[in-house]
């Protein structure tokens, strides 16, 4: 089967354009797809009467507001049929695989998860074709309309070999062609925190503009763009903003360099360094909460956090504030509409909001609008499955049509 790992919006064909503006404007007529498209009104009626018999678009009824240049007629106003196709979207990582199946407008229908043992990981193509064919078999009536399966990677993809580039070893198996050939699917594949960008765009067309950043915190520190709809960057080292620095005084981070953001904010350094109190200060809350210092988890740093215990709140605080000064700066270079972030540190209220201000007092010189454009997500862990949906979707359904 068919493997892609890149659409490219400029060399889209007209259809693939209309369809895809639908998705992102939906309600829409006619008559604006024409005009933001700059498209003839004779072309724009033909392929929407074509999506229209392909079951895919559907007519929602008429606007309020008249047809320019009709007096009389109010416009007819389209959207995407959701459960026109469906896709699945794949996370692989050393913690989970998670399957999802979702329809176009990004409702979960089917979910699989589960922590993958050593022999998965080692046998990750196989394992990836199993998943998806058992998330499949529970709705066979679905039949043909998958469109594919879009995979998020803890790494990135190699798109001449098919493989992952990662620092990790026991990804060196994966291989998208291997994949693609065991599935009766189209397969496409993107690094994981691409793809939660993805999730965004696609399924969130309500209020994702079409300049936006993703920064997401989870055991390492990414962030990735979309810039006039499109998805930018795709080098290997586009987007590592956790080995920015942000303290040349700092500790040794993992990949050489001193006092990355990294050593400050990613979950790994914070119970790493939690790990460090434990042995350290005998009375601190973390002991109550773990037997061993090995068995602490972000959870159990965040409830020590909550107790209280003044030398989690110091290194939380401080994980914050580099987070916070980070972020400021991505959303001052870039330059971009809004900025999302999404970290499970976030869940707590208390760190959320330390965060927001944190970011807010580093834009004061700047227009006001931009510390509104900061958006922080509820840590969803499904994210970056369901982006890989939305990926699917995009690639090889919209993206692909002539
Ligand atoms: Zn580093």
């Known amino acids: 089967m068919a493997t892609k790992s890149w659409g490219n919006v400029r060399q889209l064909s007209n259809h693939a354009r209309v ?6 404007n939906q309600p829409v007529s006619r008559s604006e797809i024409g005009q933001d498209l700059n498209l003839p009104r004779s072309m724009v009626t033909g392929i929407t009467a074509r999506l229209i018999e392909q079951d895919i678009v559907r007519e929602l009824g008429k606007a309020d507001t008249q047809e320019d240049g009709a007096p009389g007629r109010r416009r007819q106003l389209l959207g995407i049929r959701p ?3 469906f896709a699945v979207g794949a996370e692989i990582g050393v913690r989970h695989f998670r399957f999802c199946l979702t329809d176009l407008a990004g409702h979960v229908l089917e979910e699989l998860c589960y922590a993958p043992t050593e022999e998965q990981i080692r046998r990750v193509n196989e394992t990836l074709c199993l998943g998806v064919r058992q998330l499949l078999d529970r709705r066979p009536e679905l039949g043909g309309r998958v469109v594919g399966v879009g995979i998020a990677l803890p790494g990135h993809l190699n798109a001449q070999t098919g ?3 990662s620092h990790a070893p026991q990804w060196d198996a994966f291989n998208l062609r291997a994949v693609a050939d065991g599935l009766d699917q189209p397969v496409t594949a993107e690094n994981n925190v691409r793809a939660m960008a993805y999730e965004r765009y696609l399924f969130d067309i309500q209020s994702c503009p079409e300049n936006f950043v993703f920064l997401h ?3 390492g520190i990414f962030c990735s763009e979309f810039k006039g709809g499109m998805l930018t960057g795709g080098s290997y080292i586009s987007g590592e903003i956790g080995h920015t620095i942000s303290n040349p005084d700092g500790q040794r981070c993992e990949c050489g360099k ?4 990294q050593t400050y904010a990613s979950e790994d350094w914070i119970i790493k360094k939690a790990r460090i109190i434990y042995a350290s200060a005998p009375h601190s809350a973390l002991r109550s909460l773990a037997g061993r210092a090995e068995d602490i988890t972000l959870q159990t740093v965040l409830t020590a956090y909550q107790l209280g215990d003044t030398l989690v709140i110091q290194e939380l605080r401080e994980a914050v504030r580099y987070l916070a000064v980070a972020a400021a700066n991505l959303a001052i270079i870039m330059g971009t509409e809004k900025l ?5 540190m976030f869940q707590h209220e208390i760190l959320k909001s330390e965060l927001k201000a944190g970011i807010e007092s580093q834009l004061t010189f700047v227009d006001k609008q931009n510390s509104e454009d900061v958006e922080i997500l509820e840590f969803h862990p499904a994210r970056a499955a369901v982006g890989a949906a939305a990926l699917a979707i995009d690639r090889l359904f919209i993206c ?3």
């Open 19 to 24: 369809l895809r503006y639908i998705f992102r």
């Open 83 to 85: 459960d026109a196709r």
């Open 163 to 165: 493989g992952m580039v």
């Open 217 to 219: 915190v989870g055991p």
């Open 258 to 261: 001193v006092g990355c953001l």
């Open 340 to 344: 999302y972030l999404h970290s499970r």
């Open 400 to 402: 692909d049509r002539s």
